[in-house]
């Protein structure tokens, strides 16, 4: 793809591009933390069931 044409649909891309509003960003704000946090309690229970397995030899 040549420079200019990739110019023409990085404009095209930042002209359909919209700020989110409140409720849509409240939205997003609520699933990323939801996800980080479920990975984080993955991560825990597994760190936690093997410090629980290696404590007992």
Do not use: C, W
């Amino acid at each position: 793809m040549n420079p200019k044409q990739m110019l023409k649909d990085m404009g095209n891309t930042l002209k359909m591009a919209k700020k989110p509003d409140k409720d849509e960003y409240s939205q997003h704000l609520r699933l990323v933390l939801l996800g980080i946090g479920g990975v984080g309690a993955i991560g825990f229970t597994i760190q936690f069931v093997f410090s629980v397995i290696t404590f007992g030899r």
